[in-house]
């Protein structure tokens, strides 16, 4: 909803969200909110294209968890999705820039990124906010570094936000 707000008069937000409860509830929000610059893609992202299983937490937390439900104490249902790697998406729905992506994809992020390697090269490239934590990596076998190692491969610096709103390289 705020990059609904933030984006300029021409602009568009693209959100890709597999969970067929988070899509109901983003549904809801942003009709409350008059965000009708947004699309919703009942979709989600990855390095290759297809099927998965994905692992919807039947409780207040909200979240899916692939390849296993092992991240919460919570009960789960195992949830069938379409997998779609970002650059495909793209290219067939001819958008060609890209300013902002926010990811948070509970530890799929680095598989994400391994699908998005033509927008992650295109200038200007796009300013990422990515969530990077082992807690959520581990699951997915790889720690939460690989995430800044592959970006900063293709010559993206880091920064962190710090409590009061700067930034540290």
Known sequence: MLASKKV???GRVIAFEPSPR??????????????GNVRVEETALGETE??????VVASKETGLQQ?????TKHPTRTLQVQVKRLDDYLRT???????????DV???ELSVLKGAGEILECRPRPILLCEVQ????KAWGYPALEIIKFLASRVMAWFMLLEDGSLRR
Do not use: M, Y
Not at 50 to 55: C, H, L, V, Y
Not at 134 to 137: G, H, P, Q, Y
């Open 67 to 71: 390849p296993a439900s092992t991240q």
């Open 8 to 10: 300029d008069r021409g």
């Open 93 to 103: 729905s001819q958008i060609e820039r890209v300013d902002f992506i926010k990811l």
């Open 134 to 137: 082992d807690l959520r990596t």
């Open 22 to 35: 988070e899509r109901e509830k983003l549904a809801r929000h942003l009709a409350w909110n008059s965000c």
């Open 106 to 108: 509970e530890g799929a």
């Open 50 to 55: 297809g099927r998965a299983d994905f692992f």
